[in-house]
């Protein structure tokens, strides 16, 4: 589950859900991505979001290539299955063990459309590569997955080394500490948070937060990181509490607890970015 992708302000900001919002961050949380409508009106329904306003953003949606349509059940369009893949990575990276090499990735084409740099800046991010400098990316080489063509077609990619400090570099490619900040407020959220039906539009809210955060944290080698780091215990303890909140949300929208992949995430996520 996730809403949209604009981070939140703030330790404890946690935004409102649009209907959009609900319906997107069920469908990506729930394996496989599909649902039918009136499971995800009565998600809605926690958060007070009436039948015909749900119903009018899975109209919109349709619309806008992010769900199809059969039936009367709604799944996620192809583009949103990759969401849904790195989503699902994000709570347990593929990692490899870090002999100190980074991946750089320098953009060779003089000339580029518009859509051709939003496309790489995008892939970027998922691929958790940040940039150096315009048309310069970089990060340790300790992930496993493979480069979509948007990233093969514009660039040129390599493998090195800083010669200065690496976690110097690492600190200032990425705001360590402020998302090592938001992890520990989001688990103090996780831990006050009993597993009452009740309380499920907050719990909702929460995970929403939680998953949208993971899917931000550049996850680097352990020497690269600061002290008491949270990204490990935070999806620990996220797994643990999902496992209940899934439970809770299914019961709500009238659908058996389901018997798949441990914690939500599916066995067979694919390869890609």
């Known amino acids: 589950m996730a809403g949209d992708d604009t981070d939140d302000t703030g330790p404890l900001s946690l935004r409102p ?7 997107l961050s069920t469908l990506l949380g729930h394996h496989p991505p599909a649902l039918p409508a009136r499971a995800l009106v009565r998600v809605g329904e926690l958060f007070g979001t009436a039948e015909g306003t749900i119903r009018t953003a899975l109209t919109r949606m349709v ?11 709604y799944r996620l369009t192809e583009r949103l299955l990759a969401r849904q893949a790195r989503q699902d990575d994000s709570r347990a990276p593929r990692t490899r063990p870090w002999d100190g090499g980074w991946e750089i990735a320098v953009v060779t084409p003089e000339r580029r459309t518009a859509p051709d740099r939003a496309a790489l800046r995008q892939a970027m991010a998922a691929l958790r590569l940040a940039e150096l400098r315009e048309g310069c990316w970089l990060r340790p080489a300790n992930l496993v997955r493979n480069r979509p063509a948007v ?3 514009q ?3 390599l493998t090195g080394a800083p010669e200065g400090d690496p976690a110097e570099l690492a600190a200032g490619l ?14 103090t959220a996780l831990a006050a948070l009993p597993g009452r039906p009740g309380d499920l539009a907050e719990r909702f809210t929460v995970s929403a937060a939680v998953l949208r955060h993971l899917l931000a944290d550049p996850v680097l080698p352990a020497p690269l990181l600061p002290a008491d780091w949270p990204g490990d215990r935070l999806r620990h303890h996220y797994a643990a509490w999902d496992r209940d909140f899934r439970g809770l949300l299914l ?5 058996p607890r389901s018997d798949g992949a441990p914690d939500g995430v599916p066995d067979d996520v694919p390869d890609g970015i």
């Open 17 to 23: 859900l649009t209907a959009r919002s609900v319906v």
């Open 63 to 73: 619309a806008a290539g992010d769900l199809e349509q059969r039936d009367g059940t």
């Open 151 to 153: 990233v093969t077609q």
């Open 155 to 157: 660039c040129t990619v």
């Open 174 to 187: 990425w705001d360590l500490a402020g998302w090592a900040r938001r992890a520990r407020a989001l688990e």
């Open 251 to 255: 019961e709500h929208i009238g659908l």
